[in-house]
């Protein structure tokens, strides 16, 4: 089955414990992208990647990291996690970067930071 | 750079009709029209291309007018099935001929028996 794969599902933390949320898809898709979503905000998107090796800051960027080693992974990582990065996260995928795709979303990774 | 949307929120008895709209103020390349439902994720409809197409996608379609830079998604007969968050993304085209998307901040739909 066709699917973008996010872990963790939900994550309780606390401020400046590392972490990373995974992201995988298996539709051989170039573009991948991370999107954070609060209410009345909307998605907003975080980082982006058009290929392997190739990443670029979205709208919100600050405070987090991104790499994209293979085509398939696309880790979101938090250094040094705050409260403020609390938020539902998805990531999303579509087959190129330049030309009118449906973007693809995962399920979603709910994070609470105290 | 946000498209707005209108209204923010709606509230249908099934069978009834509604109208959202997304609206820019910059030239754009395209829209996507995406729907999620109450702990999902958002799930893609359709794309609408400049040159004021309009697509349709079961009882829900849409239209893009290219000269006034908005989009408006069309609910006809709505469904209980058709509760959930509208989001409109808007295409832009940067440097690089790479697009960006950027989504609205939802219009949320609840339709009730």
């Known amino acids: 089955e066709a699917q973008v794969t996010q872990n963790p599902r939900y994550l309780i933390t606390v401020t400046g414990k590392k972490l990373t949320v995974t992201c995988s898809q298996n539709?051989?898709?170039?573009?991948m992208s991370w999107y954070r979503q609060d209410p009345g905000l909307g998605l907003r998107q975080i980082y982006y990647?058009?290929?392997?090796?190739?990443?670029d800051k979205g709208d919100v960027p600050e405070g987090y990291k991104v790499s994209r080693k293979e085509k398939r992974n696309f880790p979101l990582i938090l250094e040094s996690p705050s409260p403020n990065q609390t938020s539902l996260y998805f990531c999303?995928?579509?087959?190129?970067?330049?030309?009118?795709?449906?973007?693809?979303f995962g399920d979603g990774t709910r994070l609470s930071i105290l | 750079q946000q498209p707005v949307q209108s209204p923010q929120a709606v509230i249908l008895r099934e069978g009834e009709d509604a109208v959202i709209n997304c609206s820019s103020s910059?030239?754009?390349?395209?829209v996507h029209w995406y729907r999620q439902k109450h702990g999902e994720a958002p799930v893609f409809l359709m794309i609408?291309?400049?040159?004021?197409e309009q697509k349709g996608h079961e009882k829900i379609s849409a239209s893009f007018n290219e000269k006034k830079q908005q989009s408006s998604l069309y609910l006809t007969a709505s469904q209980l099935s058709y509760s959930g968050t509208y989001f409109c993304?808007?295409?832009?085209?940067?440097?690089?001929?790479?697009?960006?998307?950027?989504f609205g901040a939802g219009t949320r739909l609840a339709v009730h028996p």
């Open positions: 993304g808007t295409e832009f085209w940067r440097s690089g001929g790479y697009n960006k998307l950027i």
């Open positions: 999303a995928s579509s087959l190129y970067a330049d030309i009118n795709q449906p973007q693809h």
């Open positions: 910059k030239a754009l390349y395209s």
């Open positions: 609408l291309l400049k040159g004021g």
């Open positions: 539709m051989n898709h170039e573009y």
């Open positions: 990647s058009m290929n392997v090796e190739v990443t």
